[in-house]
């Protein structure tokens, strides 16, 4: 008959809603024996609830506890090892035997002691690097909810612009800031002319190994966005978007063309100096000015003609 209570306090035990590295790794069948022989002193009965509350004191509310077993990737296993070293010991030594509940305290308190300082030499997580990408080298484990926390980045990166000059060769890398595996899958997409991170705007260009996308020489038709989205295992890692701006090269040499046709205009016609790695500036510059001479001279001889004919 007692047996069936027995149950029902074990049960209650591992159904509460905060667990702990206890609850995780300790089976309830083992909790059940540990407790079984618990006695309150003063009262002289035995109480195998107040042995469960005692555990929820000493292990699953005990924020020690719960940040030793903040491991890294892997080691729940050695947390379970830990944890069993510490607690199956006490299950087989008061298993139907009668202890009084300060014996229970104190072997208790020790256990978690021990767990704590065994546990917290166990490599830590190695961190989540922001802003994006699904880094599962950074995922820690968590004694309330019994499993990896994620980083909880969202897949998609923050757009990159890249400005380029029409003829001029682009490259691309598809670079992550995280660890990830060697065997990757790299995917390439395309959203022409627009900037954007809608995923249906964009059209597959590559699928492969090649993090690299280089355009030999660039043209106004290649301005839009680049998509590189890297796959591990089939599972989505990360995507990253760079929007390429491209400019004319008839705008560039324009823009080169005011920009001497202003240097000429400084008053008592000086001149910025350029600099002595830039010979072909400086024989542009000399050669803009002799145009601009010449040309003046011919304005001049025109001029005298028209007066000398007019006379």
């Keep these: 008959m007692f047996m069936p209570v027995l149950w029902i306090l074990g049960l209650s ?25 618990h006695v309150l002193t003063q009262e002289g009965i035995r109480n195998v609830d107040s042995c469960f509350t005692k555990l929820d004191r000493i292990f699953n509310n005990n924020n020690a506890v719960i940040e030793a077993g903040r491991v890294g990737r892997g080691y729940d296993k050695q947390l379970k ?17 009668l202890n009084n509940d300060h014996v229970y305290e104190q072997r208790l308190q020790t256990a978690a002691d021990n767990f704590i300082a065994a546990a917290s030499k166990l490599p830590r997580v ?3 690097l922001p802003p994006c990408g699904f880094q599962s080298s950074g995922a820690e484990y968590n004694c309330i909810t019994c499993q990896y926390d994620s980083c909880e980045f969202p897949l998609d990166c ?15 890398r598809c670079n992550e800031t995280f660890n990830i595996s060697e065997d990757v899958e790299v ?8 900037k954007t991170q809608q995923v249906d705007q964009f059209k597959e260009v590559t699928v492969g190994d090649d993090r690299l996308y280089s355009i030999p020489s660039t043209r106004l038709h290649h301005q839009g966005t680049y998509q590189c989205e890297l796959y591990s ?4 890692i990360v995507r990253l978007y760079f929007y390429l701006s491209v400019t004319p090269r008839v705008k560039v040499g324009r823009s080169q063309l005011q920009e001497l046709f202003d240097r000429s205009l400084l008053p008592r016609g000086r001149f910025v100096p350029e600099p002595a790695s830039a010979p072909s500036s400086a024989l542009t510059l000399l050669l803009l000015i002799c145009l601009t ?5 011919f304005l001049l001889s025109l001029g005298a003609v028209y007066v000398s004919t007019r006379t």
């Excluded at 400005?163 to 060769?169: A, D, K, M, P």
């Excluded at 295992?233 to 989505?236: D, G, L």
Aim: net charge negative.
């Design 13 to 37: 035990f591992q159904l509460r809603p905060t667990l702990s590295c206890y609850q995780c790794f300790v089976d309830v069948k083992d909790s059940l024996r540990l407790c079984w022989g």
């Design 81 to 97: 090892e830990i944890m069993d070293a510490e607690i199956l010991p006490l299950v087989k030594e008061f298993d139907n035997k």
């Design 126 to 128: 190695s961190g989540c």
């Design 158 to 172: 923050p757009v990159e612009t890249i400005n380029v000059t029409e003829g001029s060769r682009s490259q691309i």
């Design 187 to 194: 995917i390439w997409r395309f959203a022409e002319e627009i």
């Design 233 to 236: 295992a089939e599972r989505s």
């Design 293 to 297: 001479a010449s040309l003046l001279l």
